[in-house]
């Protein structure tokens, strides 16, 4: 079966502090495909990365960085220098060899000024 | 390109009753996914339609259905709603049919309240 935990419930940080987000995952599956997504209060879900299972490299994207690990099964994710904008519900997901994505209860972050 | 529409964005049902939700893929994307928000559930997934055919199934009763447009819009359907239908109904579009998994880009969800 396929899960994906996400153990921080909620995070507060103050603006321009960096906070990481943690994704921990378990598949039987040897192809398989991890996402992040954002929900802003509006409630739409924000694509920010997909990463597939051959590919281990580290990306990075502005603020936003992302550290995948196969050997700790953990796909994290960092924001330097937070802001108050980046306050948000994040999802980690993952899906295998169908459309059908696997998520994570979700992380609260609140950036306060 | 516009992205994926939802509509109606707010709905109050009661128990009982039926609701039909509609959804717009982002233009060329064939592939539409539907996904349940509750806060005790979390996101879980429904349906998803390719080419007018249900591609996969989530664990969901078959009060909900779904059906797939030759133009690729989508629409979701729960007959006798139970108040445990509350939820956010968020629908998702994806590009590469021939790929396993495609990046899915949501839409803005509909809000559903059954009193």
């Known amino acids: 079966a396929q899960k994906v935990t996400q153990a921080q419930t909620e995070i507060s940080v103050v603006e321009k502090e960096d906070v990481t987000l943690d994704c921990v995952y378990e598949?039987?599956?040897?192809?398989?495909?991890l996402f992040w997504y954002k929900q802003p209060p509006s409630g739409e879900l924000v694509f920010l990365i997909r990463r597939n299972s051959f590919d281990e490299q580290n990306e990075i994207s502005g603020r936003y960085s992302w550290n995948f690990q196969k050997s700790t099964s953990s796909f994290n994710f960092t924001i330097t220098a937070s802001q108050v904008v980046d306050s948000a519900v994040y999802f980690c997901?993952?899906?295998?060899?169908?459309?059908?994505?696997?998520f994570g209860t979700g992380t609260r972050l609140q950036v306060f000024p | 390109k516009a992205g994926v529409t939802q509509t109606p964005r707010y709905l109050i049902k009661t128990r009982g009753q039926q609701v039909t939700l509609s959804c717009s893929p982002i233009s060329g994307h064939r592939s539409v996914s539907w996904y349940q928000q509750t806060p005790g559930q979390g996101l879980q997934f429904l349906f998803e339609?390719?080419?007018?055919?249900?591609?996969n199934k989530g664990n969901f009763p078959g009060r909900f259905s779904g059906r797939q447009f030759s133009n690729s819009r989508s629409e979701m359907n729960v007959s006798t709603l139970e108040l445990g239908d509350s939820a956010l109904y968020l629908c998702?579009?994806?590009?590469?049919?021939?790929?396993?998994?495609?990046?899915?880009?949501f839409g803005p969800g509909t809000r559903l309240t059954v009193l």
């Open positions: 598949t039987r599956d040897t192809t398989y495909y």
């Open positions: 997901a993952l899906s295998g060899n169908t459309d059908k994505l696997i």
């Open positions: 998702a579009s994806s590009y590469n049919p021939w790929a396993p998994t495609d990046t899915q880009y």
């Open positions: 339609y390719f080419s007018e055919t249900q591609r």
